[in-house]
């Protein structure tokens, strides 16, 4: 398959397409990448050099490729973090292009603004962006549990909580929700839950908590996730393998006590996790 991913990317380090393009290669896949921004670094390490690019810097890029005649055969397009509303108006014209030329084509958004313990961490404007323009035309979206509350405006605090903000979301446009962290007051102390629905029915993976905190796994569960659509058709066998390896990518990060995910040291776990999880109905 090919995969038109179109998010930031860091020289050192594995956040955005850097987290993403890699896992989605491993599983035998096509990516073309494009960068919303090019940092040093991710922005947790409190400094870095870089740029944002502006929404013409894509749009030149999406031409380029479309030139090759290639657009046909784009199979999904994945977004990410996109800097400014700018260059969301580029992901949502690069995405409708795409569409056009393969209508088989999903687009899976990761609707990044902010997480527990952190708040809202992009730009001004952009939250409303994704909510008002991304969200509605995606096919997909993939927030954590912080992005679905704002994005619905919905406090969850129980598992019919966060049901309901699903089904809420799923009203304003995609067909498919991932929720990749979700705890709620049903879930034990020394676990995280993962919840998917689409118009079959919804599930959760219960994982157990792993003690680490790393950027970039959010980026790279929304892209197995999309692959394992894209292969599978099925949000429930998409939602065990995603789960799966990056359950399985972030216990060997959080073993080797690395501040980064070890996105190519674990690269087994993208095509044999070492421990599977069962869907469960939710």
Not at 16 to 43: C, Y
Not at 126 to 137: L, Q, T
Not at 138 to 145: G, H, L, R, S, Y
Not at 175 to 188: K, M, N, Q
Request: hydrophobic share 45%; proline share 5%.
């Amino acid at each position: 398959m090919n995969i038109l991913s179109i998010q930031s990317h860091v020289a050192y380090g594995h956040v955005g397409n850097a987290s993403a393009t890699f896992p989605m290669q491993r599983l035998g896949h096509e990516v073309w990448p494009i960068h919303t921004v090019q940092f040093s670094n991710h922005t947790g390490y409190g400094d870095w050099t870089g740029r944002v690019f502006d929404g013409q810097a894509i749009e030149e890029l999406m031409d380029g490729i479309a030139a090759r005649g290639v657009l046909a055969r784009c199979d999904g397009v994945l977004s990410g973090y996109m800097g400014s509303a700018d260059i969301g108006q580029a992901i949502l014209s690069a995405a409708a292009r795409v569409r056009a030329a393969n209508p088989r084509a999903l687009w899976c958004c990761d609707p990044v603004i902010g997480d527990v313990g952190r708040g809202v961490f992009v730009r001004p404007g952009v939250p409303d962006f994704i909510r008002d323009h991304a969200v509605p035309a995606a096919d997909i979206v993939t927030p954590n549990q912080f992005e679905l509350s704002l994005l619905t405006e919905r406090t969850i605090a129980t598992t019919a909580d966060a049901k309901a903000a699903i089904a809420a979301l799923r009203r304003t446009g995609p067909r498919i929700v991932l929720v990749t962290s979700l705890v709620t007051e049903e879930v034990p102390a020394d676990a995280v839950d993962l919840a998917a629905a689409d118009d079959e029915g919804s599930w959760r993976v219960r994982t157990p908590r792993l003690d680490l905190s790393v950027n970039g796994a959010g980026d790279a569960i929304a892209a197995l996730f999309l692959v394992h659509i894209l292969e599978t058709g099925s949000c429930r066998l998409a939602l065990e393998r995603a789960a799966a390896s990056v359950w399985g990518l972030l216990r060997r990060t959080s073993e080797a006590g690395s501040w980064e995910i070890l996105t190519v040291a674990a690269q087994d776990e993208f095509v044999r996790p070492s421990r599977l999880f069962t869907a469960e109905p939710f």
